[in-house]
Structures are given as structure tokens and as C-alpha cells.
């Protein structure tokens, strides 16, 4: 573990937590905890899990990071009564996410279009992380442009579109208009009371931009044209075919199964383990990888299976069994059924419900980058912050802050 790495998974934790410990002192008697019960009991799933397993107490604690640590950051946030900080910590987030587009760019200008190495400034691990993070920041922009069709918000999709095709990512084809269609249905279901005419043309605007996004990424994608250039034909026919061949895989090899397989395979392995193996898994923290470990934390070293283990239900199950990921999956459903029942006709309301199905489909079928990296993880938190701080203060003061915010 480098000295960046220590900093970002030991010291930020750290620092905090001591933030964390000063605001209950503060605040002492008054100190707001919701949804404290999910976290307590996934919490005690996952210590039972590692000491049953006798894993060390420093998997547990990374594990622990991974998993949880965005709930802090939102009980840091729903605590503060400083509305200025808050302000500055929204301000911050809005340059980290711009910076992304130009420092995508920069890689294309010096490595192409490629899903290895460094995502914009986030990360070095490529792969997946070129999907999740432009699809979560085009919901955002999406939503707000169901309430404010301005151009900038269509220029600044595109933006995030041109990060993801720098990424040479094929699932941002798929889950773009997937999620322009249901971020479009719940749009017209919370606008009842609008006359549909209003309507027509912002879904209109919608359904040609999903379609430009659609044949962008196809003409762009090598592995997604006949003529494998980057600047090819859009050929539906070819594309269904390699979606077909891409997602069978070789069901014989169990290193190469793909993720449905894979997700059925490990569905079934844990299914067949003893019983308490099949409740608790393999120990929290199995599949952390650290120089501090003996074990190498890799799918593929510990399970055999690599690219049909890259979801992140098969990396909770594995390790915290059927009762670790039902109690995790279910802390994240009440999450949605609490800002749909207090939902208010706002465009930060609406993005949050839709970033929580982004989560689901990611975790369940695609990969682990919304469960385990934080400025995936960490924004959605900050959004529920804002969300839970309307509805302290009988407002839409912070949605409308981070609205504001949004160039």
C-alpha cells in the first residue's frame, strides 16, 4: 500500500471520524442517526462473518471502508450547521466532477480510446469505472434537464458521453437509454398535473438524444461495428450478434464465464455451502487486497471465475453470504422508499431515485464501482444529505443549492 493509498484509505476514514466524534460532542443529545438499524445490523453480520472465518480484524476494517464509510459522510453532512461549509463541500464536488472531461481528453490525446489506465483524475483502474461514473452524472444532468431544458445540460451529457467513449466502454450503449426511458416514465408519473403537451417535447429532445448517443457509441466502439474503425457503421443486426456471442462466453471454462453465468454460478456455489458459510460467507474481508495480506483478494485466485465475479452482489455474497447482501441491498431499498414517499416534484429528488436504481442494476449485473468507489458512492450520499436537510428544514434550500451549482 503506497503513501497515496494509505492517505485515501486509512487518513481520510480517520480524519472522518474524528469530524464524526467533535459534531456528536456538539451535538450531544440531538445527534441524527437515520437508517442506523441497516448499518448496525450489517455491521454485526459482517464481524460475525470475519470471526467466524478467522479472518484479521485489517480486512474487516477495509472491508468496513468499502462498504459503509458513505453513511458517514452523509451523517456528517445532515449533522452540520454550518450552511457555508456545506456550500464549499458542494462547490468542491462540482470541480472534481468538470475536471473529469478535459482530463479525459488528455488521455485520449496521449493513449487513444482505451478502457486501461487512468480515468480522468479518479482512478488508475480502468474498466468499468469508464461506464458507471459518466452514466451516474448523466442521470443528474438528465433530470434537471426534465425540469430545465437549457442546451447547456444536453452539451454537458455529451461531455460525459465523449468520457465514456474515451473509455472504449460497450454497456454505456445499454444503459443510457435504459435509464432515459425510466428516468422519462417516472418524470411523467411525479407530473401528473402537467399537461402532457408540456411534456412532449422535452421527451421528444430525449428519445433523439438517446438515439445520437446510441449510434455515437456504436460508430465509435470497435468491438461494436462491422468495420471495427473508429468512425464505423451502425449495424443493429451486428450488434445484436455480438451482444449474443459476448454475453454466452464459454459457459465450459469457469475462469471465463461471463456475468449472468457468473451470477448464477456463485449464486449456486454459496447455495450449496454449508449452512452457515451459505448465511454468513467466506468472512468480510476475503476479498480485500492488500500487501498486508496473506491472500491475494482476487476473484480468480479465490474463486476461480474472473470476469463472471466482477459484479458487486457476487462480492458481497462471497463474502458476507445471503444475510450480508439481503440486509445490504435492503438498507439501499429503504434509501428509495424514503425519498419516494417524501418526494417533492424536484429534479435532485428525481435523480436520486434514479442513481438508486443505477446502484441496483451496477451492483447486481455489471460491476462493483457504485459499491466500493467513493466519488460514485460518496456523491449519491451527499445527495440524500441534501435531500434529508430539505426536509429538516421544511425546504427545498439544498436541493436547490446543488442546483444552483450545477453551472
Not at 457555508?84 to 468538470?98: A, G, P
Not at 426511458?181 to 399537461?195: D, H, P, Q, T
Amino acid at each position: 500500500m503506497g503513501i497515496s493509498s494509505a492517505i485515501y484509505k486509512i487518513g481520510v476514514p480517520f480524519i472522518l471520524f474524528v469530524l464524526l466524534g467533535l459534531q456528536i460532542v456538539e451535538s450531544w443529545g440531538s445527534f441524527k442517526t437515520p437508517f442506523k438499524f441497516w448499518i448496525i445490523g450489517f455491521l454485526g453480520v459482517a464481524i460475525l462473518s470475519t470471526i467466524i472465518n478467522k479472518l484479521d480484524t485489517f480486512s474487516l476494517i477495509y472491508f468496513l471502508i468499502y462498504t459503509l464509510i458513505s453513511y458517514f459522510y452523509f451523517l456528517v453532512l445532515i449533522n452540520e450547521k454550518s450552511i457555508l461549509l456545506i456550500s464549499r463541500v458542494i462547490d468542491f464536488i462540482k470541480i472534481l466532477v468538470l475536471i473529469q472531461v478535459p482530463a479525459a481528453i488528455l488521455k485520449f490525446i496521449s493513449k487513444g480510446q482505451s478502457e486501461d489506465g487512468i480515468i480522468g483524475t479518479l482512478t488508475l483502474q480502468g474498466g468499468s469505472v469508464s461506464t458507471i461514473f459518466p452514466l451516474f452524472i448523466i442521470v443528474i444532468l438528465f433530470c434537471i434537464f426534465l425540469f430545465k431544458p437549457h442546451i447547456k445540460y444536453l452539451f454537458l451529457i455529451g461531455a460525459f458521453i465523449l468520457f465514456a467513449i474515451i473509455g472504449d466502454k460497450r454497456a454505456i450503449l445499454l444503459f443510457l437509454p435504459l435509464f432515459f426511458i425510466v428516468g422519462s416514465y417516472m418524470y411523467v408519473r411525479f407530473s401528473k398535473l402537467e399537461l402532457l403537451s408540456r411534456l412532449y417535447n422535452k421527451l421528444l429532445i430525449i428519445a433523439l438524444l438517446g438515439v445520437v448517443a446510441f449510434a455515437f457509441v456504436a460508430k465509435t466502439n470497435r468491438t461494436l461495428n462491422p468495420e471495427h474503425s473508429q468512425w464505423g457503421s451502425v449495424d443493429l443486426v451486428y450488434i445484436g450478434n455480438y451482444i449474443q456471442e459476448y454475453t454466452q462466453g464459454n459457459a465450459e471454462d469457469k475462469a471465463q464465464l461471463r456475468r449472468k453465468d457468473g451470477l448464477l454460478y456463485f449464486i449456486n456455489h454459496m447455495k450449496n455451502e454449508n449452512t452457515q458459510t451459505a448465511i454468513l460467507g467466506d468472512g468480510a474481508g476475503k476479498l480485500i487486497q492488500s500487501q498486508y495480506n496473506s491472500r491475494s483478494g482476487l476473484m480468480m485466485d479465490e474463486y476461480g471465475v474472473r470476469y463472471g465475479g466482477r459484479m458487486g452482489f457476487v462480492w458481497l455474497l462471497t463474502q458476507v453470504g445471503f444475510l450480508g447482501v439481503s440486509v445490504y441491498l435492503l438498507f439501499f431499498c429503504s434509501l428509495f422508499a424514503h425519498v419516494w414517499k417524501s418526494y417533492i416534484h424536484h429534479p435532485i429528488y428525481l435523480a436520486f431515485l434514479l442513481l438508486t436504481l443505477v446502484f441496483f442494476v451496477d451492483t447486481t449485473i455489471y460491476s462493483y464501482v457504485f459499491l466500493r468507489f467513493e466519488f460514485v458512492k460518496g456523491l449519491y450520499f451527499v445527495i440524500l444529505a441534501l435531500i434529508f436537510l430539505d426536509q429538516k428544514f421544511k425546504s427545498s434550500y439544498f436541493t436547490d443549492l446543488m442546483l444552483n451549482k450545477i453551472v
